[in-house]
C-alpha cells in the first residue's frame, strides 16, 4: 500500500508538471485554450491465422511520408483476420484508391488476447509506454489477464457476419456513435439502429435520447479511467451504469496496468485484487454475465499505429509527447474502419462543432473542451479527410 501510494503521489506530480508545461507550450501558439481530462491519462468461427513472433512493417510505398522518431516505434505484430472480407465494395477493396493507402496496413493486429501472452512479445512491448504498449504493466499481470481471454470471440471483433449464413449480404455495416451535442435533435436513432452493430463510449447515454441516438449498444470502448471519469462526472445527467444487454460487448482501451486488472477481476469473477481500484467489484461495471465472449482488449500495437499514422501530432515533438494518444472515440472510430466493411460516424467533432452544446446529453449549452492529451483539431480533419475519401460517412447535419 506503501508503494501504491508512493506512485500514485508521484503521478499526481508529474501531472502538475504537465498542466504548467500544456499552458506555457500552447499560450505561445494559436490554440484555443486546452485542459486536461485523463491523468494518464450455433458454434463461434475461429479467429484468423496470425503471427506475433516477428513484428514487421512494410516499407516501401507502405511507409508513412513523414520520418518518425525511434522512440514512436513504427514497427508492429501482424494479425490476417480482418484480411478475409468477402465485401465486393468493402473499406479495404476501396482503400486503396485513396491518400490513405500509404499508411493503411492490411495485417495490424486490432485486438489482443491469449495468443499474445508470449515472454518475447512482452520484451518487444516494454518499449513503449502508456497504452501504446507493456513498459507500465508487469509481465504477471499481463500474463494471467491475456491468458484468460482465450475464446475465439476475444481474438475478433465480430463473431459472425450478419447476413452471411443465410446468403445475405457478406457486408458489415458499423454506426460508430460519439457523444457530440450534434446528435440533440437529429432525429438520427432509427438510422443508427438499423446498422448490423452499433459502437459507443464514455458517458454512452441512450435512454431518454433513443430517438437521437438509438437504443442498441454491441461494442461499448473504454479505458477504466475514461468510465470511472464518466460514471462521476456524467451521474446527474443519467449515466450511472455501462450499457447491459445480451448484444453488448465491452473492449478495453488499456492506458496502465488499472486495465489489465479490472479485466483480470472480470474474467475471474472476484474483486479487483490491488491497485487504486482495489476491491472494485466487476459486476457492478460489467453486469452479472462476466464470461470471455463478453470482453475485448485493444492491442497496443493498434493504438500506436493509429497514433503514429493517422494521428501524429506535432505535440509529440514537445516535452508532452509521451502524455500524447489519440482519443477513446479515435480508436473506436479508427478500429471500426479496420474492422468493419462500412462505416457511419455520428456525434464525431466537424468543423461546425461551434454550433452544439459539448455533449448531447448537456442540460445547458456548453462549450467544446480541448485537451492536451489528445489533439481535437487534428482528429476533426482526419474525419473530413476520410469523409471524403467515401471511406467513412461522417454525419454533420449539415
Not at 500509404?102 to 513503449?128: G, N
Not at 475485448?296 to 516535452?319: A, E, G, W
Amino acid at each position: 500500500m506503501i508503494c501504491c501510494a508512493l506512485r500514485w503521489a508521484l503521478l499526481g506530480a508529474v501531472t502538475l508538471e504537465f498542466l504548467y508545461q500544456a499552458r506555457t507550450y500552447y499560450s505561445q501558439g494559436s490554440f484555443p485554450s486546452f485542459f486536461y481530462r485523463d491523468p494518464v491519462g450455433a458454434r463461434q468461427p475461429r479467429a484468423g491465422p496470425m503471427t506475433v513472433q516477428t513484428p514487421v512493417t512494410p516499407l516501401g510505398s507502405r511507409a508513412p511520408t513523414s520520418t518518425l522518431q525511434l522512440f514512436l516505434g513504427d514497427l508492429y505484430g501482424r494479425d490476417k483476420t480482418y484480411q478475409g472480407s468477402r465485401c465486393p465494395s468493402g473499406i479495404r477493396k476501396r482503400i486503396a484508391g485513396t491518400k490513405f493507402s500509404s499508411i493503411f496496413l492490411e495485417a495490424i493486429p486490432v485486438l489482443q488476447w491469449a495468443q499474445h501472452a508470449l515472454s518475447a512479445e512482452y520484451r518487444r512491448l516494454q518499449s513503449y509506454g502508456g497504452a501504446h504498449g507493456w513498459q507500465d504493466v508487469g509481465w504477471p499481470v499481463v500474463r494471467d489477464t491475456l491468458t484468460r481471454l482465450n475464446a475465439s470471440a476475444n481474438g475478433r471483433m465480430f463473431d459472425a457476419r450478419p447476413g452471411a449464413a443465410a446468403g445475405g449480404s457478406p457486408c458489415v455495416r458499423c454506426a460508430v456513435v460519439g457523444n457530440s451535442g450534434i446528435l440533440n435533435g437529429s432525429r438520427a436513432g432509427a438510422a443508427i439502429d438499423q446498422h448490423d452493430y452499433v459502437f459507443r463510449t464514455n458517458a454512452a447515454l441512450t435512454k431518454g435520447f433513443e430517438r437521437d441516438v438509438g437504443r442498441r449498444t454491441s461494442f461499448y470502448i473504454f479505458s477504466t479511467n475514461t468510465m470511472m471519469n464518466s460514471l462521476h462526472n456524467y451521474a446527474s445527467n443519467g449515466f450511472r451504469q455501462l450499457p447491459q444487454t445480451p448484444e453488448t460487448k465491452y473492449i478495453f482501451l488499456p492506458d496502465h496496468d488499472r486495465d489489465y486488472l479490472l479485466l483480470q477481476a472480470a474474467l475471474t469473477n472476484r474483486p479487483v485484487n490491488s491497485g487504486p481500484d482495489e476491491g472494485a467489484r466487476p459486476e457492478r461495471y460489467f453486469g452479472k454475465d462476466l464470461r470471455a465472449e463478453k470482453f475485448k482488449m485493444f492491442h497496443p500495437d493498434f493504438i500506436r499505429y493509429v497514433r503514429n499514422r493517422f494521428l501524429r501530432s506535432s505535440i509529440l515533438d514537445t516535452p508532452l509527447r509521451r502524455l500524447y494518444r489519440p482519443s477513446t472515440g479515435a480508436v473506436m472510430l479508427l478500429a471500426a474502419l479496420h474492422t468493419c466493411d462500412e462505416v457511419s460516424a455520428y456525434g464525431f467533432i466537424t468543423s461546425n462543432y461551434q454550433a452544439y452544446s459539448d455533449h448531447y446529453f448537456d442540460r445547458t449549452q456548453k462549450a467544446l473542451l480541448f485537451y492536451a492529451n489528445h489533439d481535437l483539431w487534428l482528429e476533426m480533419r482526419l474525419w473530413q479527410k476520410l469523409h471524403q475519401s467515401r471511406l467513412i460517412t461522417l454525419y454533420t447535419r449539415g
